[in-house]
Structure formats: structure tokens, C-alpha cells
């Protein structure tokens, strides 16, 4: 199945994508509903859908097929780290602590776009984009979603999405250097989309030890620029949420991403092996198309730079320890 959200004139549309036509959730449910009562009942809905009451897909605007709870977004592929570290952090390198846990950082749930947006951009010298195979977590009757075990885990996979995280790599290089982050190299952007597939869609692709062999490609302006195999992350999805849940909740709604694919899934990695620019950061009316096999593709145009307040650098203070 796929699940979709979809504007049609001022009206929000939600429901099933059957070929070229959108078909609304019986009983007017909303995505984020269907999430919360998991797989097994939305393949309950699809069989109860009203065919009749279906739009052409391409008489609507599709939109973010959801709306978040949250969004993690991992580091999952080890060519990736090896090749980006060097642009953004100056060495190329996977440190060792990388191998031990798939780590992730919490992004921005509110500026997540949709397939088709212009996509507007902090002033950057380096943007670019990563495209990754995300997850969408959904509900398991009798599951808290707390410190899953892997079976636990792959049951609250309800399906996946393409996910790019724009990435403004200058902002992104200045701030990590301060041991935190990533934050406003990351957070102006995230596409999602183009629909929600659902897992068990998804299964003919499961190799024998449980990754998705499927595969990623990224075009800038009709070239391909790079291509991979999900199946080269170092955790399998369910490790990931298992790793998410560790001690924490992973509630309906939430996504978690895999990380950008390697060889070539950001302009970042193939600056940090090239040493230079090369392919050159993106600019404004630049095209951006990310195709997963099995998913889907989703389509962004970069939109201007947006002008804001400059930042105030820290004041020096005294450290007087009383009035």
C-alpha cells in the first residue's frame, strides 16, 4: 500500500495512492490516526476503501505524507562518514567510537517539505543535500514502544519514505566544531515523500541477513550524481529503532532516517574524496531528484537565500561569582 496526504484546491486529502488515482481514508481518518492503529488495521482499511471516491493523482498537489512526532535522523553508512568527515570536519576519517552504536541526531519536525516545493535556504556557500531511506513508526497492540528487542522493533515499522536533509555544510562545519549539533546546518529543510510504502511492500528486498537491497540514486539537474545500495548501512532498520527505544519511547508518527547512502548520496562526501567543490554546491533554481527502488522519487527545486538578523557573537563577561 501507499499512503499519501495530498492538497486538492484549500482541501487536505488523506488516504490510499492506487496507481494514478488518491482515494480518502474511510471515515475521514487522517494519516496520523492510521499510524496510531498500525498495520494490520490500515491493510483492514484498504480493503474497506471506497474506489469510487478517488481523484486522479495528478489533479492534486501531493504534500509530506505526514506529519512527524519527530524525526532522527542516523549515520548509518560508513562511506558516507569517511568521505564527508573530510569536507566538514577537515579529516578523513570513521572514528572507532562510530562502529560501537548507530548514532543519530534529533532534527526539525516543523520545515519539513513536501515533493515539488521550492525549497528556500539559508545563506550558505555550501549547500547540499543527503538522500536517505527513512522509517515510519506505527503502533503494535501491547507495545509501549519502550527498549524494544529487535523482533519488537521491525513490528512498529509501518513503512518507509524517501528522506533528503538539506545540509548547509559551512553552518554545519562552524557549529560542530563547538562539539554539538548538527542544528542550523540542518534544520531550515527536510523533504519527505513522495508517499508512505508499507513494510511488508518493501520484503521482496530483504537480504539474508535483514538489509534492504534496494537501491538509491541522487540526480542534480538530470545527472546522476551518485548511487548505492541501502543494503550498505551498518544496522538493519530494526536495529535502529531498537537503538531509538533504548531507554526512550518511539511512538506513531515518528521517522527515523538511515543516514546518507554512500558513493555519491551527498555533494559533502564527494567534496571530502575529491578535495575541492566538486560537484559545485547547489544554487538557487538548481533541480534536486532523489529515486529509491521499491518507494518512490521526490523532486525539489532550490529556492533564494533567505536574508535573516546576523548573529551576535558571545559577549566576554567578568565571571564575578557575586553581585
Not at 49 to 70: F, I, K, T
Not at 109 to 131: K, S
Not at 177 to 195: C, E, I, N, Q, S
Not at 277 to 288: A, H, I, S, Y
Request: proline share 7%; aromatic share 8%.
Amino acid at each position: 500500500m501507499r499512503i499519501a496526504r495530498w492538497a486538492d484546491g484549500a482541501d487536505v486529502g488523506e488516504g490510499f495512492v492506487e496507481g494514478d488515482v488518491v482515494v480518502p481514508f474511510p471515515d475521514g481518518l487522517r494519516v496520523a490516526e492510521v499510524l496510531a492503529q498500525g498495520l494490520d488495521a490500515a491493510h483492514a482499511l484498504f480493503a474497506r476503501r471506497d474506489a469510487d471516491a478517488g481523484r486522479p493523482l495528478a489533479e492534486v498537489r501531493l504534500l509530506a505524507p505526514l506529519v512527524p512526532a519527530s524525526i532522527r535522523d542516523f549515520v548509518a553508512f560508513e562511506e558516507h562518514v569517511e568521505g564527508v568527515s573530510a569536507s566538514v570536519d577537515g579529516k578523513s576519517e570513521v572514528v572507532p567510537e562510530w562502529y560501537e552504536a548507530p548514532t543519530f541526531y534529533f532534527t526539525n519536525p516543523h520545515t519539513v517539505r513536501a515533493t515539488g516545493d521550492v525549497v528556500t535556504v539559508p545563506e550558505t556557500q555550501r549547500l547540499d543535500v543527503e538522500l536517505e531511506l527513512a522509517v515510519v513508526i506505527g503502533a503494535v497492540p501491547g507495545s509501549d514502544g519502550e527498549n524494544l528487542d529487535a523482533a519488537a522493533a521491525a513490528s512498529h515499522i509501518f513503512g518507509y519514505t524517501v528522506m533528503n536533509d538539506w545540509s548547509a555544510r559551512d553552518l554545519q562545519s562552524r557549529e560542530m566544531k563547538v562539539r554539538l549539533g548538527p542544528a542550523k546546518g540542518k534544520d531550515f529543510a527536510m523533504t519527505l515523500g513522495p508517499w508512505i510504502i508499507t513494510a511488508d511492500e518493501l520484503e521482496p528486498f530483504l537480504d539474508a541477513d535483514g538489509f534492504l537491497a534496494v537501491r538509491a540514486e541522487l540526480y542534480v539537474n538530470g545527472e546522476l550524481i551518485g548511487h548505492d545500495l541501502v543494503s550498505n548501512m551498518g544496522w538493519p532498520f530494526p536495529e535502529l529503532v531498537v537503538y531509538a527505544a533504548r531507554n526512550s519511547v518511539v511512538v506513531p508518527g515518528d521517522v527515523l532516517g538511515s543516514g546518507t547512502v554512500g558513493n555519491g548520496g551527498c555533494l559533502g562526501e564527494l567534496w571530502g574524496r575529491r578535495g575541492g567543490l566538486d560537484p559545485r554546491p547547489l544554487e538557487p533554481g538548481d533541480e534536486v531528484r532523489m529515486v529509491i527502488e521499491g518507494v518512490g522519487e521526490i523532486v525539489n527545486v532550490v529556492g533564494e537565500r533567505v536574508a535573516v538578523p546576523p548573529v551576535q557573537r558571545a559577549r566576554q563577561r567578568s565571571r564575578a561569582r557575586t553581585r
